[in-house]
């Protein structure tokens, strides 16, 4: 039996740029995989939570999180989502360009399930990303996809 | 930079997937030291140093081989995740279990990834090598982050 069912990304990005390199990484994939954008944390919330126009959003397989965001930033959005019951286990990559040691710490602290820092120039970036669809699509049992072994 | 090798804790009940993590590490080509503790009470005494762990090193990266069918669960798991001090170490859980409470389980408690074990050796060899190269060359560790 075979899923035709698309993976499910939320991308939660404030910038155009980076949204269009995700995407175009992203479109090459050997994989069905539909992308959903939030361009802040207080988007990305109401989507998760299906409120007023997102009612009909469909639960994310994987977010892809930035952290540096107007109106609600990343770390709010990573600290609402891993205290949250019915979203927390879905897993948060940190996709961003800040390399600080107190982001990496306090990301994990929060729950964040792993962190990668974007490179510059779009051949690096769509290495990575193709790297996190690899990782997360192929190699790990996703909880929101399950098929019961059993 | 960083040039310290990476530190990984595999957590086994009982002798199984030692010598197949060791050979995919060393098939990375990456500076390694990997550590071996029984599943149960002596992980969490490694990573708080108390006997007969006083010089154990912190990992930067903990391996957790879950076997349900053995009845071995989460405990492990769940008391990194509960502690303020351990919980930012990435842990990836290696398991038997497709089934989905599982799965769930292992998230919720705040599991980083969950991976199944494939019965084919090669196959599984082949898994842990990826997982390795996307933890120790992809992503930041928070205990590398200097």
């Known amino acids: 039996m075979t899923t035709v069912e698309p993976l499910q990304i939320l ?14 990484s992203l479109s090459d994939s050997k ?3 539909n992308i959903s954008v939030a361009g802040d944390g207080v988007e990305a919330m109401a989507f998760l939570r299906k409120e007023g126009e997102y009612s009909t959003a ?15 930033d990343g770390r709010e959005v990573l600290a609402e989502i891993k205290a949250d019951d019915s979203l927390k286990m879905i897993p948060v990559v940190i996709l961003t360009t800040s390399s600080a ?6 990301s994990y602290d929060l729950g964040a399930n792993c962190y990668v820092t974007k490179p510059v120039g779009f051949d690096q970036f769509a290495k990575v990303v193709d790297a996190i669809e690899d990782f997360w699509f192929t190699v790990v049992k996703l909880p929101t996809k399950g098929q019961d072994g059993t | ?10 957590v086994e009940d009982g002798p199984g997937d030692f010598e197949l993590v060791k050979t995919a590490l060393e098939n990375s080509g990456l500076k390694f030291s990997l550590d071996l503790v029984q599943e149960g009470t002596d992980v969490v005494a ?18 957790i081989d879950l076997q349900f069918r053995n ?17 930012i170490i990435p842990v990836i859980i290696i398991s038997d279990s497709t089934r989905v409470e599982d799965v769930m389980i292992s998230y919720n408690l705040g599991a980083n990834c969950y991976i199944i074990r494939p019965v084919d050796q090669a196959e599984f060899l082949k898994l842990i090598e990826i997982t390795m190269k996307f933890w120790l060359t992809m992503v930041k560790l928070p205990t590398r982050a200097r």
């Open chain 1, 11 to 24: 991308l939660v990005e404030d910038d155009p740029g980076d949204v269009e390199l995700t995407r175009e």
């Open chain 2, 46 to 63: 490694f990573l708080n140093r108390h006997e007969p762990y006083i010089d154990a090193k912190r990992p930067d990266l903990i391996l």
């Open chain 2, 71 to 87: 009845g071995v669960g989460d405990q492990t798991l769940k008391e990194i995740k509960s502690s303020h001090s351990l919980k």
């Open chain 1, 101 to 106: 040691e107190t982001d990496i710490v306090k």
């Open chain 2, 1 to 10: 930079m960083s040039i310290r090798p990476f530190q990984i804790l595999l």
């Open chain 1, 31 to 33: 994989l069905a995989i």
């Open chain 1, 58 to 72: 469909v639960t994310p397989d994987l977010i892809l999180l930035d952290l540096n965001m107007p109106r609600k």
